[in-house]
């Protein structure tokens, strides 16, 4: 399958980031090599097959529905943030 | 494992690890060296013995922690720079259960940015190298780890294996290595990055240290859904109720129970076990070990499992599915790097992201985005996991037949640094053959296998059913 610099564009938009000229052009090389590598999969025959998505074999887990006791309170989980004020997460203006 | 008691002093045990850290530098294996917590830690455990106080089976024991566990000593940051910055407020569940034994961390690993990787090469703390050869890679993405134990810096080292990332650098350094079963220890506070194939697992120097390790770490942890119940049960316990009978496991039993979370190991008679190779993964190193196995009586059986040729395909979409969703909660807002490069909410998002994560990050992000995306999710992801269902189904085929599988851990022993790291896909095929134990979710224990002829280390890797970890470690204690 042939990669071309839109797919990237949408893939970089997908995944949330930006990307520089040179890496584009260096991932579309790598990307066609890996998608033309599990494209192999087409081969195989998986008619009427189940997909498996997790291999646990337990199901349906239960626990009471209460709050738990918490490793990390309100303060120091805020003390991460780069930028705080109030208590609360500045982030730059949305729009 | 060398314990602190009354004749050996944790602070002793301590000091001599730091300076091995010191001596061992120019290895790059640290991200993090715990130099003033550790002694402090090393120095109660010697105030409890000296008062005749209980401690813990790991009490005094140095050990390595892989940068992507959480806990409150050093920056966890997976070595990748969106995480610089971040010290964690909440322990994983695995540390909590070493450090209430005693064990004392003694540094911080350095791994493959977010464990992407089969080199140790893709980390923003530079290359670590390999314990015998500095020109060659330490394998990754636990490298750091495996360099640790293998210069017996440390006695243990953490690692996680979501696709051979204990087991390819156990094999490049000379040690042991183990990737449990999946769920066999919670991966609570572990740095996600494919939540269905992501194992904690550990390197050691000798086999019988990762029984006590498993027997300190597995079981269920309520902080994780997926652990299981108690399942691992140390052969010391047998050796102790049953002396003089070896420790094996009931087979038929362990089939009739292994599905309802029962099976237990019980005490039996001598019995032969069974071992299988597999068609088309071979080398010269397993044929040497099958001679070895088959005069000590062992039955070597030829098994087939057609679609294993599938498995590196199948874990190239699975995995990067998984992680892309999981690398999605890295915004630089709530913690770790923030780019200073941004005006709005969306630049924040992007240029954090493009600045923070490595090249070989960002690859697998696109790929798991490609085949998650509409038009492709049906050939790509719901393709991949049915051809998963295929794989597991020859696993459970094949262990009717053999007790355990013995494959090489990766094609080729440690390769140059440089050599594949401008050709991902080849970096990929490292895998081939260790990336199967995850799908399927299988245990399987790397072991000290040869040497090539220019001295490089190469290990081989014993798979068993699920469950089958305590059986593993035991053979692998009698036998290899």
Request: aromatic share 8%.
């Amino acid at each position: 399958m042939k990669i071309t610099r839109e797919d990237i564009d949408h893939l970089a938009e997908l995944s949330n980031f930006s990307l520089e000229d040179a890496e584009k052009e260096s991932l579309k090389g790598d990307l066609e090599n890996i998608i033309q590598y599990i494209s192999e999969l087409s081969n195989l025959d998986t008619d009427g097959i189940s997909p498996t998505f997790q291999v646990f074999e337990m199901e349906n887990v239960w626990r009471d529905d209460e709050i738990l006791a918490q490793d990390a309170d309100r303060e120091s989980l805020l003390a991460l943030t780069k930028e705080e004020e109030d208590h609360q997460i500045k982030i730059p203006k949305v729009l | 494992m060398k314990i602190a008691n009354k004749m050996t002093k944790a602070v002793d045990l301590v000091q001599e690890a730091l300076e091995k850290v010191e001596k061992y530098k120019d290895y790059n294996i640290f991200t993090f060296v715990n130099a003033e917590n550790a002694l402090k830690k090393a120095a109660i455990i010697d105030a409890k013995i000296k008062k005749g106080e209980p401690v813990g089976r790991l009490a005094g024991v140095p050990y390595a922690l892989k940068d992507n566990f959480l806990s409150p000593e050093g920056e966890t940051t997976a070595s990748a720079k969106i995480l610089t910055g971040f010290t964690s407020p909440v322990t994983a569940t695995s540390v909590k259960k070493l450090e209430d034994e005693g064990a004392i961390m003694i540094g911080r690993t350095n791994l493959d940015a977010f464990a992407h990787g089969s080199s140790t090469e893709n980390s923003y703390f530079g290359v670590t190298k390999n314990a015998k050869d500095k020109t060659r890679v330490a394998g990754g993405s636990s490298g750091g780890s495996a360099v640790a134990v293998a210069l017996d810096i440390v006695q243990f080292a953490t690692g996680t294996d979501t696709g051979g990332s204990i087991r390819q650098p156990a094999s490049f350094n000379g040690v042991f290595g183990l990737k449990p079963t999946y769920g066999a220890i919670s991966r609570y506070g572990v740095v996600a990055m494919a939540s269905s194939t992501d194992c904690v697992g550990f390197f050691t120097r000798e086999a019988s240290d990762l029984d006590l390790l498993m027997s300190i770490t597995a079981g269920r942890d309520p902080k994780d859904q997926t652990t299981l119940p108690d399942f691992y049960e140390s052969s010391e316990g047998d050796k102790k109720d049953f002396p003089g009978q070896r420790a094996g496991y009931d087979r038929a039993l362990a089939r009739d129970t292994r599905d309802d979370g029962l099976a237990r190991r019980v005490s039996r008679e001598v019995l032969s076990y069974r071992i299988g190779v597999i068609k088309d993964f071979k080398s010269d190193i397993l044929d040497k070990k099958v001679k070895e196995l088959s005069a000590k009586g062992f039955e070597i059986k030829e098994v087939s499992l057609p679609t294993l040729k599938y498995a590196l395909a199948v874990y190239y979409v699975t995995v990067p599915a998984e992680l892309s969703s999981n690398l999605s909660r890295h915004d630089g807002i709530r913690y770790g790097f923030r780019s200073k490069d941004a005006n709005t909410l969306s630049d924040l998002y992007e240029h954090t992201r493009a600045e923070g994560f490595m090249p070989e990050n960002k690859r697998r992000i696109m790929i798991g985005n490609f085949v998650l995306s509409s038009g492709f999710y049906d050939a790509y992801f719901m393709k991949a996991a049915k051809a998963r269902t295929l794989i597991i189904n020859e696993y459970e085929k094949a262990f009717r037949d053999v007790d355990f599988l013995l494959t090489p851990v990766s094609p080729n022993p440690a390769f140059k640094i440089g050599e594949k790291v401008n050709d991902p896909l080849a970096m990929y095929l490292e895998d081939v053959m260790s990336v199967p134990a995850n799908l399927a979710g299988l245990p399987a224990l790397a072991f000290p296998a040869g040497e090539t002829d220019n001295g490089l280390p190469v290990g081989l890797q014993l798979l068993g059913p699920r469950r089958s970890d305590a059986e593993l470690i035991k053979f692998a204690e009698e036998n290899l």
